[in-house]
């Protein structure tokens, strides 16, 4: 069943990330705004059980006492390195227990398409998150090599006013903040071919490596210096459609654009992934990073956080003109 070997493989790639880490790197809590390592594999444990077992299957939680320790909405960030939690060796049995009923129910029940994706993809996610972690606290894995250097040649690119389709299409998977799709006129607009570098941003270092770890109030700040803007998130999606950005995916991209509901936007199949943190002050990232797994990085993904944060793997992108 071609579902049993996605769900491995994606459990292989988190294993294999904290395989190298000590139990004291997987247990302590490096800064407030990361959970510990230990916390992100039970709740990628807790998730999968809540969703796959209990709700596909019908069957109870596994550990329903530990269900509010690991709901990202009962325990936030800043608490979870002061609550007793689930150590190194016991949150590596929380998943392996899971999988096994997550197995179980596949063979009796089948695959669910919207649910399983959910869950693969969560637990990506929850990969990319356990690396920010890993790089604030020091901890030297091969994933946290780069990013690459950017292959584009520095420039920019004409993009034609219109109607631009956003969003993504009906069938597939998709969260619910990208649908519905939907038309929306931009003006014309330039957009540069590829993510300023640290050298623009620094005035040192590699002119082709991508400035990282920066802050939406850097990167606009940096933009209005050079005269320039950040894109609006459906400038940058229409230029991806159109194939004219070089470099994506290398470091995720700031956006101009406060993360709210597309017209008609429906919470699926839980308003709390996207709804909750409607027009409270998130930016929008788009294009994911060299830490991001294709599988999560879609054109219409959308990315958010607050705009001071620097922990994300986040950069920018110029564009000249009104918005």
């Known amino acids: 069943m071609l579902v049993v070997e996605e769900l491995q493989a994606v459990r292989d790639r988190t294993l294999a990330l904290v395989a190298p880490l000590s139990t004291e790197d997987l247990e302590r809590q490096v800064d407030e705004l990361m959970s510990p390592l230990v916390w992100d594999l039970a709740h990628i444990a807790a998730y999968e059980d809540l969703w796959l077992v209990h709700r596909h299957g019908g069957r109870e939680l596994l550990h329903g006492d530990l269900a509010a320790v690991y ?22 049995a929380y998943l392996r227990d899971v999988r096994a009923r997550t197995l179980e129910v596949l063979e009796e029940r089948g695959p669910d398409p919207v649910l399983h994706e959910l869950v693969l993809r969560h637990e990506l996610q929850h990969t990319e998150t356990m690396l920010q972690a890993m790089r604030l606290g020091g901890m030297r894995v091969p994933e946290l090599e780069g990013p690459p250097r950017m292959t584009s040649e520095p420039g920019w690119v004409d993009v034609p006013g219109g109607t631009a389709l956003i969003g993504a299409e009906d069938g597939g998977f998709a969260y619910d903040n990208e649908r519905p799709r939907h038309a ?7 957009i540069a071919r590829r993510p300023v570098s ?13 400035a990282c770890h920066v802050s939406w109030f850097e990167a ?11 894109p609006t998130e459906q400038e940058w999606e229409h230029a991806a459609r159109l194939g004219l950005l070089g470099d994506v995916g290398l470091v995720w991209e700031w956006t101009a654009s406060e993360f709210t509901g597309y017209p008609g936007f429906v919470a699926h199949p ?6 909750v943190f409607f027009d409270a002050g998130y930016r ?16 219409t993904f ?15 992108r110029l564009v000249e003109g009104e918005a």
Do not use: C, M
């Open 71 to 92: 709901d990202a909405f009962e325990t936030p960030r800043s608490v979870r390195g002061k609550i007793e939690l689930l150590g190194h060796a016991d949150a590596l």
């Open 270 to 275: 839980y308003r709390e992934y996207s709804e």
């Open 220 to 230: 606009d700040e940096h933009a209005r210096s050079r005269g320039a803007r950040l």
């Open 284 to 299: 929008v990232l788009r294009g994911g990073a060299w830490t991001t797994h294709p599988r999560v990085a879609a054109t």
């Open 184 to 190: 929306v006129e931009l003006a014309p607009f330039r």
């Open 302 to 316: 959308r990315n958010w956080d607050l705009p001071q944060r620097r922990q994300i793997f986040a950069g920018l």
């Open 198 to 210: 640290v050298a623009e941003l620094t005035g040192e270092g590699d002119p082709d490596v991508p």
